[in-house]
């Protein structure tokens, strides 16, 4: 079945670092892609999302491309600030249901 | 909008005590989820509706645990009896109708549960 896979936190980063977090997928038809994060205290929020392949959403600095060869959503931002500490959650849409399926979330700690 | 609201923010309650959390989606969305969220567990889906009807309930974990959706604006998770056991916040989440193009999921503040 559809499923996601994300690295296992937590990734402490300094402010101003590069920050990649990988999530692969594994789907059939072509499922939209999203991520999500969750601060401190508060549910999931949209992050951003990709509806199709080679697709690339972007927000707050954040970019993350949908890629079918390698399967992969990885997150990105070239320069972290310790506001972005928080959770991050990749998902799956599903052709056929209002499911998504999430991963197990990652959690990012910015230092100053 | 004022997003997807729940109520109570937090609850604390004895074990065997019923519980009723309460959820009012974004008006005009016609899919509407609850999740339970724990360290141990991480994020579950428990149960969703699609246009009031329950289309999906393989994430309730046993008898105890009920939800309704008599109507488009309102849900309701009921547990009873309660057990220390299902300590969590528990999101409710909705999302529009298919023909909007969106399959994003609007999640609530959460109810932050604890069971003693």
């Known amino acids: 079945g559809n499923s996601v896979t994300q690295m296992e936190g937590p990734v402490t980063l300094s402010e101003e670092a590069f920050l990649t977090i990988n999530c692969t997928y594994t789907?059939?038809?072509?499922?939209?892609l999203f991520w999500y994060v969750q601060y401190p205290g508060e549910g999931l929020q949209l992050l951003l999302k990709?509806?199709?392949?080679?697709d690339k959403g972007s927000n707050k600095g954040f970019e993350a491309t949908y890629r079918k060869e390698t399967t992969s959503f990885h997150l990105e931002k070239g320069s972290v600030q310790v506001s972005d500490s928080a959770v991050y959650f990749c998902a799956l849409g599903s052709d056929s249901s209002y499911k998504l399926i999430f991963g197990s979330g990652t959690r990012l700690l910015v230092r100053p | 909008d004022a997003g997807v609201i729940q109520s109570p923010r937090h609850e604390v309650t004895e074990m065997g005590q019923e519980v009723t959390l309460r959820c009012k989606p974004i008006s005009g969305h016609n899919s509407l989820f609850w999740y339970r969220q724990t360290m141990m567990r991480g994020l579950e889906l428990l149960i969703y509706f699609n246009n009031n009807v329950p289309i999906d309930d393989s994430g309730m974990p046993e008898d105890r645990f009920s939800a309704k959706m008599p109507n488009a604006s309102f849900s309701t998770l009921k547990i009873q009896p309660s057990e220390p056991r299902d300590s969590a916040v528990y999101f409710c989440a909705s999302n529009p109708p298919r023909t909007s193009g969106e399959e994003t999921q609007y999640f609530g503040p959460g109810t932050r549960l604890l069971v003693l």
């Open positions: 990709a509806t199709k392949a080679d």
């Open positions: 789907a059939t038809g072509y499922p939209s």
